[in-house]
């Protein structure tokens, strides 16, 4: 959660070594299944996330273990929405969502639902996405844990409501989620979210959405979560776009298709790609 994805992943694979020397299948799956989600997803990197874990996955259906099965159905899930491939992602997410309910796996339980929410988002299904949403929240606040994810939800949530012109929206308690969250490596997320929230609630706001998404550049940089760095780009483009200034929309879609490239977040690049054939 602090994003120091070197040391972090020093001792995961440490993990990793102990589990493969002793043969456990449903250890080494657990363990891949982490190293696939809190370092090279938020690190930004894809592909390795994808085939770490695809291979969880596999390891599990092998050793017949529901929790490992659980776990890694919802990691490869959300490897799958890093890498663009949304429908995919829906897939496992949905299943691990099955996996967790029935053995009360409760925090992956609640980030099955979010990246769902995420995921649903990316494809237009707003209502799915906002069920999704409230269904992690709901897991999150009964357990009483995660308040960093609770929050990011909220936004998320939010940021739906704009984009429908929904009324109720309120900007200030949005703000505040960003000041309150503790972890690290939600920092850009919740920033990013903030701005799109801005961006979509009138013209008004359109300077103060530009404030946020620097902010979130910033923490993205700082804190190595290039995924979200080439999102917040993208977001940025469209800022730009909305005030008829093509050339500086031409030139966030640039760094957002280089990030991208870099992180093997295909669908995600193919889509700055085609907004910056648009541009011109």
Not at 97 to 110: A, E, P, S, T, Y
Request: charged share 25%; hydrophobic share 40%; aromatic share 10%.
């Amino acid at each position: 959660m602090n994003c120091e994805f070197e040391k972090a992943e020093q001792h995961i694979t440490k993990a990793l070594e102990i589990n493969l020397a002793a043969d456990s299948h449903w250890g080494v799956s657990i363990i891949k299944s982490n190293l696939s989600y809190f370092i090279y997803f938020f690190n930004g990197r894809l592909a390795s996330s994808y085939k770490t874990s695809r291979e969880a996955l596999q390891g599990a259906d092998e050793s017949g273990d529901i929790f490992s099965k659980a776990m890694a159905s919802v990691c490869h899930g959300i490897a799958c929405y890093g890498c663009g491939l949304f429908d995919k992602s829906i897939l496992h997410l949905k299943e691990g969502c099955r996996f967790c309910d029935k053995i009360k796996l409760i925090i992956f339980h609640g980030l099955a639902h979010f990246f769902l929410g995420e995921a649903y988002f990316e494809v237009g299904r707003f209502k799915e996405a906002g069920d999704s949403y409230r269904q992690a929240i709901d897991i999150f606040e009964h357990n009483s844990i995660i308040p960093s994810w609770k929050n990011v939800s909220k936004a998320a949530i939010a940021k739906i409501n704009v984009i429908n012109k929904e009324a109720g929206v309120d900007l200030n308690t949005v703000v505040g989620y960003a000041n309150v969250n503790k972890a690290r490596i939600w920092d850009g997320w919740v920033r990013r979210n903030i701005a799109e929230i801005l961006l979509n609630t009138d013209d008004r706001h359109i300077d103060a959405a530009e404030k946020w998404i620097n902010k979130a550049i910033e923490a993205d940089r700082t804190n190595g979560t290039l995924l979200n760095l080439g999102r917040t780009y993208a977001l940025y483009a469209e800022l730009h776009r909305r005030r008829g200034d093509s050339h500086s929309a031409g030139y966030a879609l640039n760094q957002a298709i280089a990030v991208f490239k870099d992180c093997g977040a295909n669908g995600f690049l193919e889509r700055a790609q085609a907004g910056l054939a648009s541009v011109g």
